[in-house]
């Protein structure tokens, strides 16, 4: 593909030496006959021609390679694919990092003796954000951990495993071994600082590393932040808030749950990242240098139009930028008379996709602990205790973008918008929110229908969707998500939504299953060792996992993998029915699956639901039978 686009001929003028020198001696032949009659080669008017001609043909190339660089598809000039791409709304990478998962171990003391034993949680640090760890392989880069670890926890999205460490001589334990997993990205983390004057329109620093992967923050004297946006005219971005009593009392009351707010602040301190043909990546900020807020200033007549220049009734029609109209800090501010200190991260490439195995230690690392009350030497010893390994291969480092990748990742931007449209746009965009603003589990969106209050027929609602959404508890089963998650998700998307959009954000219907079976077993096979695998291959095919919404069960498939488990001869008979008692646990939300079965198949409900077996052990129940 890319040795095509690079020999494709593009013209313009379709003129070359040779239809320039023949069109020349037509127009001589045509227009001055008795001036010039002498055309042979060797002739002196024929060598002016000549000369002329190769002009033609020498600015004809140019016009010709000017147009096929100002396509996207036919450029071949880094810079030039780089800056179309741009103009798509495609920002070019230096390079990519790797990113690995992190196994983090740490020993706790234990409290208590005999049944009463349990580890002592006071002592189960917080690992902060940003641990430094190195690979054995040669030339790699350091990993650092993108999350916080709280050992104190655990959810079914973040588990902790406990396991006894070490017991004394009473067979008690002394020790427990918490396990928690965090992902972590390669690269070296450096601090950078760029003095500024007098304020400059649209002023722009230069970095001279070129595998830049990320800029993760930047800040002034006054330790007031400078936030990176997509583009100078966004003037809101994306912040995360510890989810405590102080910020909301409401929804700290699901902090277990959902441990950061996922807020949006509107800010003038910004700026934009650019990478440059040569890698380097480049830093560019706004025009404004107002001493009142953005926020503070809004539309009014004095700004938007009676004040202007050339405002009579001719240009009440003009179309006006509101981000420019303004008279604010256009774009973002601009930095007056400060030092701002980059914090950025320098890494990537192939170097970094280590092997399983070779992360194992620990170059820095900061934790979180309230010691009071706790023996010091005991802390100590917990902390000298953290361990680390990466149990899978670190993937997804590459070098920079080839001319061929940058055109192809452009025009599959610019055909996304980035912005929600499809139904599936919807569903990948909440699935793709980080856990820690909540987790969201299943997702399903469908227009809204309201009853009209005329003929009370449902009808659809153009300018509204419903989004249900649902979550995991602690122990991976299917739950509503709580107040504080949906509240993030709301958040999440009005960045990408429509402004036409409305979203209402509901809990979906879980409809909690149990299943009855019968089979024939084969001579010779022992019926409880043939009625546990029938058991666990139910599980594994109704493992909440695997299960979306509105999906429907086909009895006949479960009846096949049965047959397929070694030893069964015959599957007899399959029950599917609804359990429904919430004081049991269950959802209580009622489905007569009888009514809903049609062919051995049976068929999911109108509202948005979810068909899950919640208790395995219990609602999954098989007896052999005979002929």
Request: hydrophobic share 35%; net charge neutral; with cysteine.
């Amino acid at each position: 593909m890319g040795q095509q686009l690079q020999t494709q001929k593009l013209n313009y003028l379709n003129k070359d030496f040779k239809g320039f020198k023949d069109k020349l001696n037509s127009y001589a032949k045509t227009y001055f006959p008795d001036i010039s009659n002498d055309f042979n080669e060797s002739s002196p008017g024929q060598m002016f021609i000549e000369m002329s001609a190769y002009v033609g043909d020498v600015l004809s190339f140019y016009i010709d390679n000017q147009l096929r660089e100002s396509l996207l598809l036919h450029a071949q000039e880094r810079s030039n694919v780089s800056d179309i791409a741009e103009s798509f709304g495609y920002k070019t990478i230096a390079t990519a990092p790797s990113s690995v998962d992190l196994d983090l171990f740490i020993l706790i003391p234990a409290a208590g003796t005999g049944i009463t034993a349990a580890p002592d949680w006071r002592y189960a640090p917080v690992v902060k954000e940003g641990l430094k760890a190195d690979s054995s392989d040669p030339g790699s880069n350091q990993f650092y951990t993108l999350a916080p670890v709280d050992f104190r926890t655990s959810s079914s999205l973040d588990p902790t495993d406990v396991s006894v460490y070490k017991i004394d001589a009473n067979g008690n334990p002394e020790t427990y071994l918490l396990k928690k997993n965090v992902k972590a990205r390669s690269g070296r983390i450096r601090y950078k600082k760029f003095t500024f004057q007098e304020p400059k329109k649209y002023d722009e620093i230069v970095f001279e590393e070129k595998d830049i992967t990320e800029i993760v923050d930047c800040r002034d004297p006054d330790g007031n932040r400078w936030y990176e946006v997509d583009y100078l005219s966004q003037n809101f971005v994306y912040e995360e808030v510890r989810n405590t009593k102080t910020i909301d009392p409401f929804f700290a009351e699901f902090k277990e749950e959902t441990p950061y707010l996922l807020k949006i602040r509107k800010t003038g301190r910004r700026f934009q990242t650019k990478v440059l043909p040569d890698l380097r990546t480049k830093i560019c900020f706004g025009a404004g240098s107002s001493n009142v807020a953005d926020e503070i200033i809004i539309p009014n007549p004095n700004n938007m139009g009676m004040h202007l220049p050339y405002g009579n009734v001719s240009a009440m029609d003009n179309a006006w930028d509101p981000s420019n109209a303004m008279f604010t800090r256009a774009y973002g501010q601009a930095p007056n008379n400060t030092t701002l200190e980059f914090k950025y991260v320098v890494g990537g490439g192939l170097k970094d996709n280590v092997r399983a195995g070779t992360i194992r230690e620990i170059s820095a690392v900061a934790f979180t602990l309230d010691q009071d009350g706790l023996n010091g030497a005991t802390v100590q010893f917990t902390k000298k205790s953290l361990a680390v390994n990466n149990p899978v291969p670190a993937t997804g480092g590459k070098g920079s973008e080839t001319v061929d990748e940058i055109r192809q990742n452009a025009m599959g931007f610019y055909a996304a918008q980035n912005r929600t449209v499809t139904r599936e746009d919807f569903v990948s965009r909440v699935y793709s929110m980080p856990s820690r603003f909540g987790n969201i589990a299943k997702a399903f969106i469908i227009p809204d229908e309201q009853t009209n209050a005329e003929t009370g027929v449902e009808q659809k609602n153009p300018l509204a969707l419903n989004l249900y959404v649902l979550s995991y508890n602690r122990f991976g089963q299917l739950t509503p998500s709580n107040p504080t998650t949906k509240e993030n998700v709301r958040n999440y998307l009005s960045k990408f939504r429509i402004l036409t959009d409305a979203i209402n954000i509901k809990d979906g219907f879980i409809i909690n299953l149990g299943i009855d079976y019968s089979i024939i077993t084969l001579p010779g096979h022992n019926n409880n060792t043939v009625l546990l695998r029938c058991n666990r291959k139910i599980n594994e095919i109704f493992n909440i996992t695997r299960w979306q919404f509105n999906e429907p069960i086909f009895l006949a498939n479960i009846a096949t993998e049965l047959d397929r488990i070694e030893g069964v001869q015959t599957v007899q008979d399959i029950n599917v029915y609804c359990k429904h008692d919430a004081a049991s646990g269950y959802s209580g939300n009622f489905y007569n699956i009888q009514e809903a079965t049609k062919n051995k198949i049976v068929y999911p409900s109108q509202d948005p639901a979810i068909f899950e077996i919640k208790y395995p052990a219990i609602d999954i129940r098989g007896k052999t039978v005979t002929y």
